[in-house]
């Protein structure tokens, strides 16, 4: 079991950039599915990167500008993100999985961390 706990969260211009970080503590190690999500008001929550002993993967959306790895010295899962765009705006989530990512199940979830991006 465990809480995922997120922060870095911020308000940017467009074309910034944001480091979001996401505390899992021992389940840094899993070779299960750890990820990020967003949800945009009256939208629903799409995954933005996954990863897990198998594989990476990234919205289309994300491809170039995010990039999702493990700092394990810190036990924790990053999110950093490039060339922010309005769009990007959403409340960010992060998970964790007792599968692959391939199941597309998660068992655990963050509060959250919002992230606004103007202009």
């Known amino acids: 079991h465990v809480q995922p706990v997120e922060s870095g969260g911020d308000s940017v211009q467009a074309g910034g950039s944001l480091r979001l970080s996401c505390v899992v503590s021992?389940?840094?190690?899993?070779?299960?599915?750890l990820g990020w999500f967003r949800q945009a008001p009256g939208k629903e929550r799409e995954e933005i990167a996954l990863?897990?002993?198998?594989?990476?993967r990234y919205r289309d959306s994300a491809k170039g500008r995010f990039t999702v790895f493990k700092d394990y010295r810190k036990e924790t899962l990053l999110l950093q993100m490039t060339s922010l765009k309005p769009e990007d705006t959403a409340m960010y989530y992060c998970?964790?999985?007792?599968?692959?990512?391939?199941?597309?199940?998660?068992?655990?979830w963050g509060q959250g961390t919002q992230v606004t991006v103007s202009g």
């Open positions: 998970a964790a999985s007792d599968a692959y990512c391939s199941t597309g199940q998660f068992a655990y």
């Open positions: 021992g389940y840094i190690y899993t070779k299960f599915c």
């Open positions: 990863i897990d002993a198998d594989t990476t």
